[in-house]
């Protein structure tokens, strides 16, 4: 599946839907992002249950400083409309696959439980 590109207009509305969105915060002047960025490719083939979107930082701006985006490429997880991963920094493949098994391995329930908790 191919990615979607994310901007201050549409970014609610794919993020907040049921299932998995991952997100590639990133900008196309970050070496490290351009390193990434096959990586978050062939992943987005793999999983076409998941919807993989990237954030170009650089033409949403605004998006970057909602969610405090300090440091790209920034991978996040978004979950039935919940974030329940950020990290920055580009990732190699295996570490994104996991990332990905422990996102379908939620417990939902248990994670608004504990949101609401907080």
């Not at 909602?66 to 979950?79: C, D, N, Q, V």
């Not at 391995?105 to 608004?112: A, S």
């Amino acid at each position: 599946m191919a990615t979607v590109t994310l901007t201050a207009e549409n970014f609610d509305e794919v993020a907040q839907g049921d299932g998995i969105v991952m997100v590639d915060f990133w900008a196309d002047w970050c070496g490290p992002c351009k390193r990434f960025a096959p990586v978050y490719e062939r992943s987005a083939g793999k999983h076409d249950d998941i919807t993989f979107a990237k954030v170009d930082t650089d033409a949403e701006p605004e998006l970057a400083q909602r969610f405090g985006i300090r440091s790209i490429p920034t991978l996040m997880a978004i979950r039935d409309g919940m974030i329940v991963f950020a990290e920055p920094g580009a990732v190699p493949e295996s570490v994104l696959e996991n990332v990905i098994e422990q996102v379908r391995g939620l417990d939902m329930e248990d994670v608004r439980r504990r949101a609401a908790e907080s």
